[in-house]
Structure formats: C-alpha cells, structure tokens
C-alpha cells in the first residue's frame, strides 16, 4: 500500500498512524512493520530519520526507527508492540493466530530474528566486528558509530557469528520441516507475521536486486558480505521463501 514521506513538523500536526523509518537503507526492522502495515492495508505516513533532528526525537522519544505513533498515543518502538498496534487496527487480516499454542510461537520466532540477540541484532554486530577488521561489513566509520549504539565489544563482535550461524540454521530447519508438512510458512498454514521479518531479514544477508531495492553500492557490498560459517549456515529455502513473501504479500520496488 502506497505512503506518504511528510516532514516531522507536519507529523506532529496529524492523526492516523505516522512512522518513523530509516532512509535509504533496507533496515529489516522498518522494512517488516511497512509489509505488516501493507498486508493489513492500514493507511499511514512515513517521516524519515534525521539522527540530528531535536524536535523528530522530542515526538518519537528517541534516535532511531522504526517508530509508530498513533493519534496522540505513545510512541511504539518495538516489534512486537509495532505488530500488536497493527493487529488492534487492522483486525483482518491478522497475522497472530487463534490458536495460544501458535500464537506463541510466532512471538518466539519473531524474538529470535527481531529482538535483542536475535538474527538482525547478532547479523548487525558480525557486520560492525568485520567492518572494524577490515574484513568486509560495514564502513569503517559506520561501524564505529553503529558499535557504540549497539554496545558492541570485541568479544560480543567475535560471538556474533556462531550465533548468526545457529539462527539461520534454525529457521532454515524450520521451513524445510513445514515443507515437507506441505506448508509454504513458518506457523501453521498460512501467512503470519514471522514470515515477514524473515523475509525482511534476509535483507541483511542477500539484499534484493538494484531495480527492487534501491540502495548505495557500499551498503549492498556490507549487506552481502558473508564468511563460510555464514554461507553454509544461510540455507538457499530461507531465499526461495524471501522471494515467494515479495511476490505474493509483500509491495515492490520497496519505497526507501
């Protein structure tokens, strides 16, 4: 579903829902709430970050994205309370199942791709680490500032690729055991919201091509960079469903 890019003055001024993303760049955490808010056909406007706005972080409550904000309620920075401000909205679809024993795991699942030590998370830090390694990842002086954001040490830096490893390895076992049940997706039979972040995600490890996904060439190289742990890890169906989620359920070019 087509948005609006406003300025945070004109968002300060407006009801309805209003977001705060990352300009320019796939983050898998704004990617994933636009392809909720999309999937649900929830009508919205985007603002995007300035790290040195001081109004922006007065009315977002802080220097980073995603956030939500909804009429005058608080502003929602969180995946999982991003998910539960769609789902009060936009009931149908919904992208939590009935069932409590499902529902469950797709909270368990979205944790291990989109909290803290999750795949984005630990995938951020094994791109800061290499960056500051000269080992590919991020630009240097981007990986400096990212490091201090993020607390990044050295040794959370060297752990991050076992646990990346682990990660991928789980979610690729997962959608081969949901295949072979003759499901596409992660919980159930149908379309929940793991696999979006899953699909988002991927962005981080194999970005879309140039003409869906527009982004500096620098960025894209950091985004692909992987060592063998990495690749072997990176299972070719987590791919195949990322392509599938575009193609059926989630909007392209992506809008950046």
């Given at each position: 579903?087509?948005?609006?890019?406003?300025?945070?003055?004109?968002?300060?001024?407006?009801?309805?829902?209003?977001?705060?993303?990352?300009?320019?760049?796939?983050?898998?955490?704004?990617?994933?709430?636009?392809?909720?808010?999309?999937?649900?056909?929830?009508?919205?406007?985007?603002?995007?970050?300035?790290?040195?706005?001081?109004?922006?972080?007065?009315?977002?409550?802080?220097?980073?994205?995603?956030?939500?904000?909804?009429?005058?309620?608080?502003?929602?920075?969180?995946?999982?309370?991003?998910?539960?401000?769609?789902?009060?909205?936009?009931?149908?679809?919904s992208l939590l199942p009935i069932d409590p024993a499902e529902r469950a795991l797709v909270f368990g699942f979205g944790h291990e791709?989109?909290?803290?030590?999750?795949?984005?998370?630990?995938?951020?830090?094994?791109?800061?680490?290499?960056?500051?390694?000269?080992?590919?990842?991020?630009?240097?002086?981007?990986?400096?500032?990212?490091?201090?954001?993020?607390?990044?040490?050295?040794?959370?830096?060297?752990?991050?690729?076992?646990?990346?490893?682990?990660?991928l390895g789980m979610l690729g076992g997962r959608l081969k055991a949901q295949c072979e049940r003759g499901s596409r997706y992660y919980?159930?039979?149908?379309?929940?919201?793991?696999?979006?972040?899953?699909?988002?995600?991927?962005?981080?490890?194999?970005?879309?091509?140039?003409?869906?996904?527009?982004?500096?060439?620098?960025?894209?190289?950091?985004?692909?960079?992987?060592?063998?742990?990495?690749?072997?890890?990176?299972?070719?169906?987590?791919?195949?469903?990322?392509?599938?989620?575009?193609?059926?359920?989630?909007?392209?070019?992506?809008?950046?």
């Amino acid at each position: 579903m087509a948005f609006q890019y406003i300025d945070v003055d004109e968002a300060t001024k407006r009801h309805g829902l209003r977001m705060v993303v990352v300009s320019a760049v796939p983050s898998p955490w704004g990617e994933a709430a636009k392809g909720i808010l999309h999937i649900k056909g929830i009508e919205w406007a985007a603002v995007r970050l300035v790290y040195d706005s001081e109004p922006l972080r007065e009315w977002a409550g802080q220097r980073s994205a995603p956030v939500a904000v909804y009429d005058d309620e608080k502003p929602r920075a969180g995946w999982a309370e991003i998910l539960l401000l769609a789902e009060r909205l936009a009931p149908n679809p919904s992208l939590l199942p009935i069932d409590p024993a499902e529902r469950a795991l797709v909270f368990g699942f979205g944790h291990e791709i989109c909290g803290e030590a999750g795949l984005g998370w630990s995938r951020r830090l094994q791109l800061i680490h290499a960056g500051l390694q000269n080992a590919g990842g991020f630009p240097e002086h981007v990986a400096k500032y990212l490091g201090r954001k993020y607390g990044y040490t050295p040794e959370t830096g060297a752990a991050s690729a076992s646990r990346v490893a682990g990660l991928l390895g789980m979610l690729g076992g997962r959608l081969k055991a949901q295949c072979e049940r003759g499901s596409r997706y992660y919980v159930g039979d149908s379309l929940t919201a793991v696999d979006v972040y899953s699909a988002t995600c991927m962005a981080l490890f194999d970005p879309l091509p140039q003409e869906q996904c527009a982004m500096s060439a620098s960025v894209r190289v950091a985004f692909a960079t992987r060592d063998a742990q990495t690749q072997a890890a990176l299972d070719p169906l987590l791919l195949k469903h990322r392509d599938m989620m575009y193609a059926e359920h989630l909007e392209l070019p992506l809008s950046l």
